[in-house]
């Protein structure tokens, strides 16, 4: 049987009072969506980092 996961679009979106917008994210969820490479080509370095 095959897993489905549901989240917010990106953890900018997700905001909870008094938390930093990713720890928020960490707390709710064991995965994140990492779409930047959608709309442009990484450089070398940010894909070595």
């Known amino acids: 049987m095959?897993?489905?996961h549901i989240g917010a679009g990106g953890?900018?979106?997700f905001k909870v009072p008094?938390?930093?917008s990713l720890e928020a994210y960490s707390k709710a969820f064991d995965?994140?969506?990492v779409?930047?490479?959608f709309?442009?080509?990484p450089s070398i370095e940010?894909?070595?980092s």
């Open 46 to 48: 940010m894909v070595r």
């Open 11 to 13: 953890w900018a979106y």
């Open 2 to 4: 095959s897993m489905l």
């Open 31 to 33: 995965f994140v969506e």
């Open 18 to 20: 008094g938390l930093d």
């Open 39 to 41: 709309y442009t080509i």
């Open 35 to 37: 779409n930047s490479t």
